[in-house]
């Protein structure tokens, strides 16, 4: 059974740091792509960040220079270091997973990051 736990979330101010973990198991995880998302209540879900089983990463622009997605493969772990937060990155964070040619068809439950001004 795949599983696939986050955390890291919680409250900081604007301008602040956060760093997200996903725990990933019943998984072949360095075969996988791995991606972070972020959802707003009422708003479509937004991809934040993506990790190619290669190495390879993709930003939002929105992100990009602020957010750093990293993997270890040897942990079966993603990351997702966030600096100089903003309160627009106010959301539910989750992680995916996917066999890198299909859809994301696995998710984790969510983490909360709230960044207040």
């Known amino acids: 059974q795949v599983q696939l736990v986050e955390s890291g979330g919680g409250s900081v101010q604007a301008g602040g740091s956060l760093r997200l973990s996903c725990a990933a198991s019943?998984?072949?995880?360095?075969?996988?792509?791995m991606a972070w998302f972020r959802q707003v209540p009422g708003k479509a879900r937004e991809e934040v960040a993506t990790i190619h089983r290669l190495g390879f990463t993709t930003y939002a622009p929105s992100v990009k220079a602020r957010f750093t997605i990293s993997r270890d493969n040897a942990k079966g772990t993603l990351y997702l270091q966030m600096s100089s937060l903003k309160p627009e990155d106010t959301a539910m964070y989750y992680c995916?997973?996917?066999?890198?040619?299909?859809?994301?068809?696995?998710w984790g439950q969510g983490t909360q990051v709230t960044v207040s001004s």
């Open positions: 019943g998984l072949a995880y360095e075969t996988y792509c």
């Open positions: 995916a997973a996917r066999v890198c040619t299909q859809d994301y068809n696995y």
